[in-house]
């Protein structure tokens, strides 16, 4: 069982930045790939990015691609998603994820689920 706990969402005008953390508990954080997505009111939930076990490999999606960054600490049991030149249309819940494989985290359900944190870009 793993627990995640998401924190770091908050205001923030178009063009500026916010980081995202997802804390997990346990000691098994290094033997999962992690991810965030995000859900938009009225949209379904939507994959953002993933990170594999070692850090060593990333995966984005299209529309956050240049923009997010995707990062990991084993040694302290975290994965960040670093977000730059937000827009409005960045607006949503997100969540953090922990799978088995980053590569397939955006067709293959995550195995745990960590509750979300709202990001909200004004215009």
């Known amino acids: 069982q793993v627990q995640l706990v998401p924190s770091g969402g908050g205001l923030v005008q178009a063009g500026g930045s916010l980081r995202l953390s997802c804390a997990a508990s346990g000691r098994t954080f290094s033997r999962y790939a992690m991810g965030w997505f995000r859900q938009a009111p009225g949209k379904e939930r939507e994959f953002v990015a993933a990170?594999?076990?070692?850090?060593?490999?990333?995966y984005y999606a299209d529309s956050v691609k240049g923009r997010f960054t995707i990062s990991r600490d084993n040694a302290k049991n975290t994965v960040y998603l670093q977000m730059n030149s937000l827009k409005p249309e960045d607006t949503a819940v997100y969540y953090c994820?922990?799978?088995?494989?980053?590569?397939?985290?955006?067709?293959?359900?995550?195995?745990?689920w960590g509750q979300g944190t709202q990001v909200t870009v004004s215009s």
């Open positions: 990170i594999s076990r070692s850090g060593v490999s990333t």
């Open positions: 994820a922990a799978g088995r494989v980053a590569s397939a985290m955006a067709s293959d359900p995550p195995d745990y």
